[in-house]
Antibody, heavy 118, light 110 residues
């Protein structure tokens, strides 16, 4: 199971920070990459980026300049930071597990709505 | 900047067959794109239907099938049911650790 946590409201120009807690399995599993996906209200899904337990990261080129994904294996968590947010970053943010051999997002959190507004 | 294309909307009659496609703005989709398909109902997280082009995820009814049709990946629903009315997304692997979602297809069963 994956569970997102973090503030539901972020002010424009500030940093969005979310954490995903993985239960029932270990981030140290070499079988999965751990990622973030978002969905603006009424719109489609957008891949943000993935991280492997070693710390290797892969980002959407359109967001790369503002995104950092990190992992804390001791807490079985991984995190997302998105800097300089605008209203366009308002979305439901999902954390997900990407099967490393099948390259499909096999596990999803329930999602958390983050609104960028003053 | 490669875009993954899907039909914005499609409709199918109950019991009918419909094919959703997933293409690239430039180039062809092949099995090396590891196409996967997801179903999303309102307020829910997506769930995997198909991965590696044509493998059904556990618990997915066999009326869902995946394939490569021409230069696109395809999801075919044979014998559509009312609860198949959902949004469907494909994902393609672009290499270098990058995945791209298609824009999604809203399927109506009527």
């Amino acid at each position: 199971q994956l569970q997102e946590s973090g503030p539901g409201l972020v002010r424009p120009s500030e940093t969005l920070s979310l954490t995903c807690t993985v239960s029932g399995g270990s981030l140290l599993s070499g079988s999965f990459y751990w990622g973030w996906i978002r969905q603006p209200p009424g719109k489609g899904l957008e891949w943000i980026g993935n991280i492997f337990f070693t710390g290797s990261t892969y980002y959407n080129p359109s967001l790369e300049s503002r995104v950092t994904i990190s992992v804390d294996t001791s807490r079985n968590q991984f995190s997302l930071k998105l800097r300089s947010v605008t209203a366009a970053d308002t979305a439901v943010y999902y954390c997900a597990g990407l099967d490393g051999s099948r390259l499909n997002f096999d596990y999803w959190g329930q999602g958390t709505l983050v609104t960028a507004s003053s | 900047h490669t875009v993954v294309t899907q039909e914005p909307s499609l409709s199918v009659s109950p019991g009918g067959t419909v094919t959703l496609t997933c293409g690239l703005s430039s180039g062809s989709v092949s099995t090396t794109s590891y196409p996967s398909w997801y179903q999303q109902t309102p307020g829910q997280a997506p769930r995997t239907l198909i991965y590696t082009t044509n493998t059904r995820s556990s618990g997915v009814p066999d009326r869902f099938s995946g394939s490569i049709l021409g230069n696109k990946a395809a999801l075919t629903i044979t014998g559509a049911q009312a609860d198949d009315e959902s949004d469907y997304y494909c994902v393609l692997y672009m290499g270098s650790g990058i995945s791209v979602f298609g824009g999604g297809t809203k399927l109506t069963v009527l």
